[in-house]
């Protein structure tokens, strides 16, 4: 199936620093890719949608000068957590959208960042 | 708005019992309906999934069927193994709409 890895796998930080997380389709382009934030023992919550060549879109709630989202290339997104503080510190997934012609539509999801701010 | 509620864990089996998660939902819309594993350190994996009602998915000996009437999509499998040991999350997209709402996720442990 489908591939996507995001790096790092874990970064630790110090309170204000900024961090970049990146999320690569490695065997299909992605126009679109989702951004979620998954809290211990709860779900993933969606944070904003990544278009490729656009503005992503932020979910209600979400700061987009705090979560800058880029996605320069079908096969690359980042997200930016700006000036983190230790309430920042999660689990961030992204996905992408595989909408190959005659494929299945389906989100593949990479295997998640562990931010842990200091 | 969409949400999905699936049974809250943790499970914890011996081999080779029969497994079932439930999970029901809302939806505004007609929804696609799935279930998610993530193994230990990994990423979510596509389980299986439903597109429309009495629609069966199937994979790996897990299945689960899009019951309309009861709004829910509860997964089954009749003999696990230590290897299903992972969490299963239920989710739901409404077709015009490509967000995925998920469940609060079931962490199943299988003892050997």
């Known amino acids: 199936g489908a591939v996507v890895s995001q790096h790092p796998s874990r970064v630790i930080c110090k309170s204000g620093t900024s961090v970049k997380i990146e999320c690569r389709s490695l065997?299909?382009?992605?126009?679109?890719m989702f951004w979620y934030r998954q809290f211990p023992k709860q779900s993933l919550m969606l944070m904003a949608t990544s278009n490729e060549g656009s503005k992503a879109t932020y979910e209600q709630g979400v700061e987009k000068d705090k979560f800058l989202i880029n996605h320069a290339s079908l096969t690359l997104s980042t997200l930016t957590v700006t000036s983190a503080h230790p309430e920042d510190s999660s689990f961030y997934i992204c996905s992408a959208r595989d909408m190959t012609v005659g494929g299945t539509d389906t989100q593949y999801f990479g295997p998640g960042t562990r931010l842990t701010v200091l | 708005g969409n949400s999905v509620t699936q049974m809250e864990g943790p499970v914890t089996l011996s081999e080779e019992a029969f497994l079932t998660i439930n999970c029901t939902y809302t939806?505004?819309?007609?929804?696609?309906l799935f279930w998610y594993v993530q193994y230990p350190g990994e990423g979510l994996q596509l389980l299986l999934k439903?597109?429309?009602?009495?629609d069966k998915g199937s994979n790996k000996g897990f299945e689960a069927t899009y019951r309309k009437e009861t709004t829910s999509f509860h997964l089954e499998k009749g003999s696990v193994q230590v290897s299903d040991s992972a969490v299963y999350f239920c989710a739901l997209r409404v077709s015009n709409d490509y967000k995925l709402s998920f469940g609060a996720g079931t962490t199943v442990t299988v003892r050997a």
């Open positions: 065997d299909f382009q992605a126009t679109t």
């Open positions: 439903a597109t429309k009602a009495d």
């Open positions: 939806a505004t819309g007609y929804p696609s």
